[in-house]
């Protein structure tokens, strides 16, 4: 079964506000054997699963992780908002794939800087933009050097200097966010206040962030895909 449904078992009760010994008794299984359920140590069976979905209402594809929506409804590209009038074009034309992946990290990061605005900490929000800076220009960089035709003055970093420059530059900012975030002070700014740090559950991401849910739940599905 992996391990999708031990971590959205457990993420449904926490976020239901339920106790283990509670839902135990509604599921009608020992709390000792739903504790084993929720940490991976035993499988249980279909019908298990199906009593799963009935009490917490989501579908049985949900808690499976093959959908990150709860009604169990898949993600189709006319699905994702976007108001960008040449994303829609290049629909017309054919190209979904660049469209689909397009749609979810742009609705997604909306939802990042939302969330950075919450939390109203110019180094977090600046370590961020870094990050996500140094991701656009190293793949830019890539495919704009695929062409050996291209001029290369557009960049002065040296080609065999650039890819160890930027994972290096990558993995520091990556350490900063979770040094700040985790309220770690940095170049003479305190960390975030743990009063400050949003509450991020799916059900909260939902409700505030309606058209563009769906999309961050895709690209965290896909992401968590292909890191096995």
Partial sequence: ??????????????????????????????????????????????????RVADYF???????????????????AVEDIAD???????????????????KKLILNSVNIVFDILQKCNHKGLTSEVSAYLNLAVYAVFRQL???NPKNPDALFSVKDYIFPAAVNA?????????????????TDGENGLDESAAPSIVPDVISRDYPLFASSLFNLLRNAETRLG
């Fill in 1 to 50: 079964m992996g391990t999708s449904f031990p971590r959205m078992l457990t993420l449904l009760r926490k976020e239901s506000g339920r106790s283990q010994k509670q839902v135990a008794g509604d599921l009608q299984i020992s709390q000792a054997l739903l504790s084993h359920y929720e940490k991976g140590i035993r499988e249980c069976g279909l019908e298990f699963v199906i």
């Fill in 57 to 75: 209402r989501v579908s049985c594809d949900y808690l499976l992780g093959r959908t990150p929506d709860k009604t169990g409804a898949v993600i």
């Fill in 83 to 101: 108001d960008d009038p040449e994303t829609r074009d290049n629909q017309r034309k054919g190209s979904i794939l660049p469209t689909l992946n």
């Fill in 144 to 146: 704009y050097t695929a």
């Fill in 169 to 185: 530059e990558l993995g520091k900012t990556a350490a900063k966010i979770a040094h700040i975030a985790a309220g770690g002070a």
